[in-house]
């Protein structure tokens, strides 16, 4: 049987190596024949044909490098039309092949022309993208290589820094998509102090155009600002003062939650004194619809600092404001913690009932009369709970979602299996 099996394996043709075979050919050709061989590809062929291209106007050299490098990139990025995210995907392989050419610019002698190419190149894929369903990010991703491309290239080049730091600060303030970062801290090794000292003259110039913005303003998204602002605390944090950090985020008070990101930079340096007066203040000045997260960083402070009250209280504040599940547990969560669950439970359960009461006796011109009371999150309490005679009754005492009865009824069904049925 062996030798059969062995005698068999023997007699198996060896497969042969196709790229093998043609390497074979191409090395026996002339010169002659291998550049003919190319140049017929490259006419049917438009990614090698303009690969090609570039090689030879870089090897050829002058100021036709750029202008090929341009070209290319121009007709890399030439749209008409909206692109879909099934066509995007041909739109960013022709990208990537000029970028990949871009690439060999990478060297000593030419990274100072790398840098203009891929500002251009930067500039134009971003316009494009307005027009481009990239939900793949394959563009998006060609972009923050480009980038790449222009940082290791101001770092081997070493261009005039004040003109850099120029250059940098326009691309961050005007970049629609901002997939790239130009700001001084991710330039700070090509910049230097003196290109860094002018790219925050520039920012500070702008910074001081920014008008503060106080609880009761009405918030309007504007990019100008959102770019100003970001580049200010990219700064700041660069210097590690925090005095400034806080001072440039505190120029938008304008929500409570911009309280709390300050609060919490005091926390990061130490200074939790500063952090919960911060805390405090976003919460007089935003006494009602106050961001809960604002509220749950001063619950935890208070409970550190043995203001039970307070801290119950706050947690108390949001329940009512509006009752659901997650602030269910929260409640449920303090108030174990400082041992008074069960009066508090019950408290809380009462308020559930008082609220559904509520709501299924509200009427209005599309309901003039009383609704069946909706009995949902009572059930989703008390299958919280693992309550199950609560979640009966509750079920039984008005409506309630269907997935919350079918879960009801998975539940019953290994314990009691009648009640289970008449659920269905």
Known sequence: MQKESGGAVAGKKKRRDQWSDIRDYLNTQTPEVLIELLLDTAKRDERLHQSL????????????????????????????????????????????????????????????????????????????????????????????????????????????????????FRLETTSPFGICSFSAVTYLDALGEEGLRRYRELAEVEWAKIKPRQSGDAYVYDSHRFHITSIMESLAKASGDVEDLVAIKSRDLSMSYHYLTIAEKWVKAGQDDKALDWAERGLQAFPKATDNRLRDFLVAVYLQRKRNDEALQLTWVQFEER??????????????????????????????????????????????????????????????????????????????????????????????????????
């Not at 002698?109 to 500039?123: N, P, Q």
């Not at 998006?140 to 222009?150: E, F, K, N, R, W």
């Open 53 to 168: 291209l570039l090689k030879a106007q870089r090897v050829a050299g002058g100021t036709d490098v750029v202008k090929a490098f341009r070209r290319a990139i121009d007709q890399a990025t030439r749209i008409k039309g909206f692109i879909d995210w099934r066509q995007s995907r041909n739109f960013a392989a022709n990208l990537d092949q000029v970028v990949e050419s871009l690439a060999e610019l990478l060297t000593p002698d030419s990274a100072g022309m790398l840098i203009g190419l891929a500002e251009y190149g930067i500039e134009r894929v971003e316009s494009a993208l307005e027009q481009i369903d990239d939900s793949n990010g394959e563009v998006g991703s060609i972009v923050q290589a480009l980038g790449d491309l222009h940082l290791s290239a101001c770092e081997l080049a070493k261009p005039d820094p004040q003109a850099l730091a120029e250059r940098l």
């Open 323 to 424: 009752a659901s599940l997650e602030q269910y547990k929260k409640l449920s969560g303090v108030a174990k913690q400082l041992g008074v669950w069960p009066e508090q439970r019950e408290r809380a359960l009462a308020w559930v009932v008082e609220v559904i009461a509520a709501e299924a006796a509200v009427t209005n011109r599309w309901r003039p009369k009383p609704s069946i009371p909706n009995y949902s999150l009572r059930v989703e309490i008390a299958l919280w709970e693992d309550d199950l005679d609560a979640a009966w009754a509750a079920a039984h005492a008005g409506i309630c979602h269907q997935g919350l009865l079918m879960s009801l009824a998975v539940t019953l069904e290994t314990r009691r299996g009648d009640e289970a049925l008449a659920l269905e």
